[in-house]
């Protein structure tokens, strides 16, 4: 079985200030690892996700995350955050073989202050 | 491409009604689709995998004869909240894999908000 945690529930910035967004998980087999991004009575978009290779991957937005096996986490980074940037992002996590299903983290609400 | 559109976006019923909710593949055929249920500032949980041509199944705790899952077509499968109750009030979100795409990849729906009175 899998699980993701994401510690922090909400995180408060201000503009152009750089953020982390945490997100560990736990699993026995290997994983795909997804952050998706979700605005207001929004579904869900894909943000970024690790298949395998580099462990740096990167959006078109500047956001960026780094797979850290030894540490089991897949936390978002971006260096300067924008108004724009407010919303709810999850983490989540897919078996490479299997169900196909996805498990989510609960989520980190980010907002970006004036 | 790989748009899933659900229909409809909202929706207002009254306790002991029943309603339908419609996820559709637009441009993609997709033998398996998901069905979520999010509340108000919480994750996303995992109701059922909608299997194309078979029965669906469902997560430890979902009440099947209550949320009716069917998946007739490659592109559609229909989530049907029987004799709905205020607590069923949140909001689902689907997901449908491509049957021909990388096997990890699934694309989210824009959610359906229910709201029972």
């Known amino acids: 079985a899998q699980s993701v945690t994401q510690l922090d529930s909400q995180v408060p910035v201000f503009e152009e200030a750089p953020v982390e967004l945490r997100c560990n998980y736990s699993?026995?087999?290997?994983?795909?690892l997804f952050w998706y991004v979700q605005y207001p009575n929004q579904g869900l978009q894909l943000l970024l996700k690790?298949?395998?290779?580099?462990?740096l991957v990167e959006s078109i937005n500047g956001f960026e995350a780094e797979f850290n096996k030894s540490q089991t986490s897949f936390h978002l980074r971006k260096p300067s955050v924008h108004i724009s940037d407010t919303a709810e992002y999850f983490c989540?996590?897919?078996?490479?073989?299997?169900?196909?299903?996805?498990?989510f983290g609960t989520g980190t609400r980010l907002k970006v202050l004036a | 491409g790989a748009v899933v559109s659900q229909h409809p976006s909202w929706v207002i019923c009254k306790s002991g009604t029943s309603v339908k909710i419609e996820c559709r593949s637009l441009?993609?055929?997709?033998?398996?689709m998901f069905w979520y249920r999010q509340f108000p500032k919480q994750s996303l949980m995992l109701m059922a995998t909608?299997?194309?041509?078979?029965?669906?199944?469902?997560e430890q705790g979902v009440e099947k004869d209550k949320f009716l899952i069917n998946h007739a077509s490659l592109t559609l499968s229909t989530l049907t909240v029987t004799s709905a109750h205020p607590e069923d009030s949140s909001f689902y979100i689907c997901?449908?894999?491509?049957?021909?795409?990388?096997?990890?990849?699934?694309?989210f729906g824009p959610g359906t908000r229910l709201t029972v009175t």
């Open positions: 997901s449908a894999r491509d049957s021909g795409g990388k096997s990890y990849e699934q694309y």
């Open positions: 699993s026995s087999v290997s994983v795909y």
């Open positions: 690790y298949l395998s290779g580099s462990t």
């Open positions: 989540a996590v897919t078996p490479v073989s299997g169900t196909y299903k996805y498990i």
């Open positions: 441009d993609f055929q997709a033998t398996t």
């Open positions: 909608s299997n194309e041509g078979s029965k669906a199944t469902y």
